[in-house]
């Protein structure tokens, strides 16, 4: 059964072709089995789960069951979970027990899904590889030797290797396209304010989004059913009603305008895969959609105002973290300032550093306006260019990254590269459109994602034209070897 | 050489909100530490800023008081610093745009005249919680109970002269608060707090001297003493050829004197940017009409219609109208049918007011409710009881022996108006002292004070003082 679609799975449960209670089991025993190798996991709840899953069985059974009733799924660990550790990859959350469930655990929870575990990630979130975990890194099941992306590196590899049928991930600028793309998923970062951030903890508030990594667009649909919608907890949410995902997935292709951005196929594209992208639009069009060359000028921007905009928030996000209520404190403080340096000194690693203080100097007196200011001017730009770009096209399509997954320690030297490797994925968030990634074929044996990006709160067309794509073609039931 | 004082104030008002600025948790005074704050409160991963609708709403309200202008869209920022009492390690304030700003107020000057003080601005935002030194044995205690509760900064214009203007304005200000029922306004408790911007300058220099933050001056007897004494310290420094360097002094009320906390250089780079968390704050002109709807009359108003509507002076008006339970007060007195309005004020501000301070009791306290005082003036008016008598009637109504009426039959404090009783009294006085009389009648008019004491002391006060004045005049004369 691990074999198996979300979708799929729902509908066996219904049928009683095997319980919620085997399955979870059987969840289990590949977790068992697969995790010492590939670090996918920083909790694997094993008693709550069973509990859950024979509760469900009971639902099932009384015919009470909902759509997910019963379906294993795992949360990325930034994702407050009570009574559970939450860790967010980080020495300084490792003893930190949530009091609290976030909106998004609390709406998969009340639809009946069994938590397996919580998934490794980089440390709060910073990092395109997983290699910033606390936890270590994350390999990737389509190459243990290459790294499984990131920030969503565990949720990625866990369902890539089909240790649990779904995960959920968060997006600040590609963590959860980006791993989708390396390990043969589909990712669904949606709009920003779609989906509740209250219990994520905060990276980039103003960026930050969560989403899911599933193995197909309709399992996406699923679950961004139960988790999309208003949240009064979260002020940046927005009251907009929620359409039927699923119902929604059999819009057809023909008519839809497709934009291609000339900028996204320049020479830091891996040819190889323009040429995926390029095959991936040969389907789209067969099917009566068309292309249409389009312009996003001041993308270029996106990867440095990222780099502004993404640390500020984080260098006051991250303040909480202070070694007096909760998280890493140091042994015998000698004074306040000892307690300060020390505990967050040695609660945070090398690359949440950097990004504290880089936000630090961007937000300091005499820099604010040459760097914090200019990056909220170039960030308008850069949402200027894509809704005058989603006036003329339906969806913007594109690679979701450069290359396909790196080798593990390749890019850690040299946090210019790392930061590239999400150029096609940073503007997303900028600009607070949705996006996803799919399957779309290999290179050298790896997988390569496709990025579909669409206009504000038009996911279901985004899951339409994943789905209608998924219809055609079977990249993404490809599983990696050792894991069929 | 001459010298002139510039002054500016921060005020804190704790806003009357029953829970706080951006998390759900109660904000009532005095429960156990750490009690009342939640997870919002204690900055826990993950959790987020919902902005309290009661709280703008009042922010608008003072806003609308002071003629400011109300921001269409206003920005919450963060002003980031560590300490163990601020929980996310940044408050959250307004920085750029705040919800009020450019109003002003009328104080009354020292002269008796009239001066307007400028009010730059007034801000939401959210205050942190409490350090607790003593008691830990080497360590401190926090108690986050207080962090989070919303305050309205309100920032005026340097505009104040005097010690006495700063005070002037800043009782204006709590004045204005508390009628407008947005804060509580005890300064015991921190719900009133202020800051002050000190600077000397030249008598005619156009330009400001530099200026000190003059913190934790919590009482308007400390503001006055505590700006007194920073004015004459910048003095002394400058006029000794020192300079004034820009820094944050706290006050200390036991030595009365202020102390360098930190210097500029050592001032936090508060790294202010908007709050990711929070949309800007936008307010509909609707919106702003309807709180309008909610105006109460303000003091200045208030003042002029108790002037023209009671006829009294300024001054009687504006003793009146410091709180407005006190003008309520008065008005339920005045309105009473046989009750003169002068007199009304006059007992008010005088005994009543008195034996409220005596006892350190609000005017909704007293024991002798307006009722009950108005009824003892309408016995002054009619005779029943003089002046000297109702003061004795106060006071047994003050000590709860009931009301006038009651107190006048059961003490037999009814005056004697009768002429004939008081002539004859008046006729066994000039008897039993022959000796004054002769003096008197022989030109020692001093003596009529004697005749009127003895008079009094035969009726233990009772006999009406005026008729006893006349028919003595009359008696004596022979």
Redesign the interface.
């Known amino acids: 059964m691990h074999t198996k679609t979300l979708a799929e799975l729902a509908r066996d449960l219904r049928a009683r072709k095997y319980s919620s209670e085997e399955l979870t089991r059987a969840c289990l025993a590949r977790i068992e089995r697969f995790n010492p190798d590939l670090n996918a996991f920083i909790s694997v709840l094993r008693e709550q789960a069973l509990t859950d899953a024979r509760a469900a069985d009971v639902r099932i059974s009384k015919g009470g069951a909902g759509p997910l009733t019963g379906l294993p799924i795992v949360h990325k660990d930034i994702f407050c979970t009570r009574g559970v550790k939450t860790s967010c990859g980080s020495k300084m959350l490792d003893n930190f027990v949530a009091p609290y469930d976030a909106t998004i655990v609390e709406r998969l929870k009340t639809a009946g899904t069994v938590l397996l575990g919580k998934t490794n990630m980089d440390e709060f979130a910073m990092g395109s590889s997983n290699e910033t975990s606390f936890y270590g890194p994350v390999k990737n099941p389509w190459d243990p030797r290459r790294v499984p992306g990131g920030s969503s590196g565990g949720s990625a590899a866990a369902v890539a290797a089909r240790l649990a049928p779904a995960a959920t991930g968060t997006d600040t600028g590609g963590s959860i396209r980006q791993p989708a793309a390396f390990t043969n998923l589909t990712g669904l970062k949606p709009t920003y304010g779609r989906v509740s951030r209250y219990g994520m903890i905060a990276f980039a508030s103003s960026l930050d989004q969560a989403g899911v990594i599933t193995h197909t667009a309709a399992d996406a649909a699923l679950l961004m059913q139960a988790i999309a919608g208003f949240d009064a907890r979260d002020s940046t949410s927005v009251d907009r009603p929620v359409p039927d995902y699923t119902a929604e997935l059999e819009r057809p292709l023909k008519g839809l305008r497709i934009g291609l951005p000339k900028e996204f196929f320049d020479k830091s594209l891996d040819a190889r895969v323009g040429d995926a992208v390029h095959a991936a639009l040969a389907v789209y069009r067969q099917h009566g959609a068309t292309v249409h060359d389009i312009s996003l000028p001041n993308f270029w921007l996106s990867v440095p105002t990222y780099y502004v905009v993404a640390p500020a928030e984080c260098s006051s996000n991250l303040s909480r973290f202070d070694g007096v209520r909760f998280g890493h404190r140091c042994e015998n403080p000698l004074d306040l300032m000892d307690l300060y340096t020390r505990s967050r000194g040695e609660g945070f690693g090398a690359e949440v550093k950097r990004r504290i203080m880089t936000g630090t100097y961007v937000l300091s007196a005499g820099y604010y306006d040459a760097y914090y200011l200019k990056a909220q001017q170039t960030r308008a730009l850069i949402r200027q260019d894509f809704l005058e770009a989603l006036r003329q096209v339906d969806v913007i399509m594109g690679p979701t990254a450069p290359t396909p997954a790196f080798g593990l320690g390749e890019k850690t030297g040299d946090p210019i590269t790392m930061y590239l490797n999400d150029i096609y994925a940073n503007g997303v968030n900028l600009a607070g459109l949705p996006g996803i990634s799919i399957p779309m074929g290999f290179v050298d044996k790896l997988p390569v994602g496709l990025q579909i990006i669409g206009n504000y709160f038009d996911e279901s067309r985004l899951l339409a034209a994943a789905h209608q794509y998924q219809l055609e073609t079977d990249w993404h039931t490809r599983i990696p070897k050792g894991f069929e | 050489m001459e010298w002139e004082t510039v002054i500016g104030l921060e005020i804190h008002a704790q806003l009357a909100t029953r829970s706080k600025i951006f998390s759900g948790a109660s904000t009532a005074f005095g429960a156990p530490p750490n009690t009342q704050a939640c997870?919002v409160d204690?900055?826990?991963?993950?959790?987020?800023?919902?902005?309290n609708g009661a709280a703008v709403r009042m922010a608008v309200k003072f806003g609308l008081a002071i003629g400011a202008r109300i921001a269409p869209r206003s920005v919450f920022a963060?002003k980031?610093y560590?300490y163990?009492d601020l929980?996310?390690?940044?408050q959250i304030s307004q920085y750029e745009l705040p919800v009020v700003s450019n109003g002003s107020v009328e104080i009354e000057t020292e002269a008796g005249g009239s001066k307007r003080i400028g009010v730059t601005r007034a801000h939401l935002e959210e205050d942190a919680g409490k350090s607790l030194h003593e008691d830990f044995k080497g360590m401190s205690g926090?108690d986050l109970n207080r962090a989070g509760t919303p305050l309205l900064e309100i920032v005026s214009e340097p505009d104040m002269r005097s010690a006495k203007e700063a005070v002037a304005y800043m009782k204006k200000i709590h004045s204005l608060v508390r009628y407008l029922e947005i804060c509580d306004g005890n300064m015991q408790e921190g719900s009133f707090r202020c800051d002050a911007n000190v600077s000397v300058r030249r008598k005619g220099e156009t330009k400001f001297g530099t200026r000190c933050e003059l913190k934790n001056i919590n009482s308007f007897r400390f503001v006055e003493r505590a700006i007194n004494h920073e004015v004459q310290r910048q003095i002394e420094l400058i006029e000794g050829g020192g300079r004034v360097a820009q820094e944050t002094r706290l006050y200390d009320p036991d030595r009365n004197e202020t102390r360098s906390m930190r210097s500029k250089e050592e001032a936090n780079?508060y790294?202010?940017?908007p709050d990711?968390?929070?949309?800007p704050l936008e307010i509909a002109p609707a919106f702003i009409a309807e709180v309008k709807k909610t105006l109460p009359e303000l003091p200045d108003q208030k003042k002029t219609r108790l002037m023209q509507q009671y006829g009294l002076s300024a001054y009687d008006a504006g003793a009146l109208i410091a709180s407005r339970e006190l003008a309520d007060y008065y008005e339920t007195v005045a309105k009473t049918a046989g009750v003169e309005p002068k007199l009304a004020a006059n007992w008010i501000m005088g005994e009543l007011s008195a034996a409220l301070n005596k006892d350190n009791l609000e005017v909704t306290a007293s024991p002798v409710s307006a009722a009950m005082l108005a009824g003892m003036l309408k016995r002054i008016q009619d005779n029943t009881i003089s002046g000297k008598l109702a003061k004795e009637v106060f006071e047994a109504m003050w000590a709860g022996e009931g009301d006038a009426d009651a107190v006048i039959s059961k003490k037999g404090l009814r005056q004697i108006t009768d002429a004939s009783a008081i002539e004859k009294i008046i006729e066994d006085v000039m008897s039993g002292n022959p000796g004054q009389l002769a003096a008197y009648r022989s030109g020692k008019d001093k003596l009529f004070a004697f005749f009127v004491g003895q008079v009094m002391k035969a009726t233990q006060g009772k006999a009406n003082p005026q008729q006893v004045n006349e028919l003595l005049l009359k008696k004596l004369k022979g």
């Open positions: 997870l204690l900055g826990y991963p993950g959790v987020l800023p919902v902005l963060r980031n560590f163990p929980p996310k390690g940044y926090i780079d790294r202010y940017f990711p968390d929070l949309l």
